[in-house]
DNA sequence: GAGTGGTCTAGACCACAAT
DNA sequence: TTGTGGTCTAGACCACTCC
């Protein structure tokens, strides 16, 4: 069954069930046909429609209950989390949709997309082939038209061919890697740094302000699919989230 | 059915068995009897021990691997994880454990050991009754005699009634609460600083070098076990972790 | 009482590693 | 070949919510 041509996506064998479920439910969630507090299918439903025993669909509905994307209650129903809940670290939702929860208007601005070719370090470090050819994006994003983070991310091309052709008013490129290459693993790192002459004027804050940089590398399946670099003005912004465990 | 007198710690009813699992698991690590890189129980020696299926044993080893605790291999067997895996944000290890794992040494300061009654805004925003009992500790951790975190915590003294009794050059505020609180869930938020004046004096910083600030609110089965406010100096400190899902 | 989620069992088949 | 973990089933009992 698996006898794609040359897809944007790898193939990494056959997907198990819970991992299909899990993927359906983040899908409608991402698309917006499910909303914040929306009522979801039940474990029954969605094991007749995934031809699956309960067990298996529950597994796929607490592993997201877990990661914040959905709250359970006993007796009652599975929903769709409310924003404050969901981690923006692990950021399953993009900042767009962060924005928008909080009631502000997202905009965004690119500042630069090129193609690029993994330098030693990138392939050492992400696991790439030597010299593979990458994606990169810069772009900055506006709450209320304050801008509220720098996007720096790189993308593998081979499986994202057609990343660049996006248009990144209407996605932002968390959003589309969340279709691209979903239910990501991966590492992130914290710190404070001050910003470059760049960085501090794509963020419109004095280059003595310390900002918070959020520096993620992404997996799917095993394999690389993002890395991004996030540059948030220290003074406007608080990361949150859930402990996982 | 909650009809308990007020112990130390409170009964949340029955403990589920991959729970207890899990507890186990994690208290191994944490005396250090199974270390680093150490292979674990399998499976089936874990269903013998604890009298409970496969899948039981499973799902406890599954979840411990998601925190990043566990690494397991397919035909080979279920290892504790290596600490540049574990998460410093989850902090399921101790700072002092993530010094010793970097081969420094660790020490640490206390600066102030108090009782202290919960302020309006404390019981509404960690779930407290009324000007409840909490212990405070503040604590300055060392890295190679540099200071490197201040910790300012709160504990439910009615949950542990011992805080204030132990000894922290011995075990950490953290490791403390891996033993009476176990598996804990929470939130938490990380953000840039300015310190004050007396978080400035116990990290030894001057007061306009910017702080990462971690705060963490723990509960223990359902209920407010510990909330930590931790002071990194932004220039000696990095934040990283496993991403979770 | 009917429906929901929370947990658990006792099997099963598979892929993979060690030997 | 044996033992390991990865997944999955078809039931089960329970606690809880909603009607």
Redesign the pocket.
């Known amino acids: 069954m698996p006898t794609k041509t040359q897809p944007a996506v790898r193939d990494e064998g056959p997907v ?4 299909r479920i899990k993927n359906h439910v983040i899908a409608q969630i991402q698309k917006g046909v499910w909303g914040e507090g929306d009522l979801i299918p ?4 969605l094991c007749e429609q995934f ?6 669909a ?2 796929a ?2 592993e997201l ?1 877990g990661a914040g994307l959905l709250v ?7 929903y769709v989390a409310p924003i404050k809940i969901a981690s923006t670290l692990i950021e399953i939702r993009s900042i767009a949709q962060d924005i928008r929860g909080r009631g502000h208007q997202h905009s965004c601005r690119v500042v630069s997309l090129q193609t690029v070719v993994a330098s030693a370090e990138q392939s050492s470090r992400l696991g790439l082939r030597v010299r593979a050819k990458l994606f990169r994006s810069v772009i900055v994003h506006f709450e209320n038209g304050t801008p509220i983070q720098l996007e720096d991310r790189v993308v593998d091309a081979a499986r994202m061919p057609d990343y660049l052709d996006q248009d990144w008013s209407q996605l932002t490129p968390n959003e589309y890697l969340m279709h691209a290459a979903p239910a990501p693993t991966g590492y992130y790192s914290i710190e404070v740094k001050l910003p470059t002459a760049d960085v501090a004027g794509a963020l419109n804050v004095p280059s003595s302000e310390p900002c918070l940089v959020l520096e993620r590398t992404t997996l799917s399946n095993g394999a690389f699919a993002s890395h991004a670099v996030m540059w948030y003005p220290g003074s406007r912004y608080k990361l949150a989230g859930q402990i996982p465990i």
Do not use: F, I, K
């Open positions: 198990p069930a819970y991992q039940t474990e029954l439903m031809g699956v025993s309960r067990m298996t529950h597994r509905l607490r209950t359970r209650q006993q007796g009652s129903g599975t």
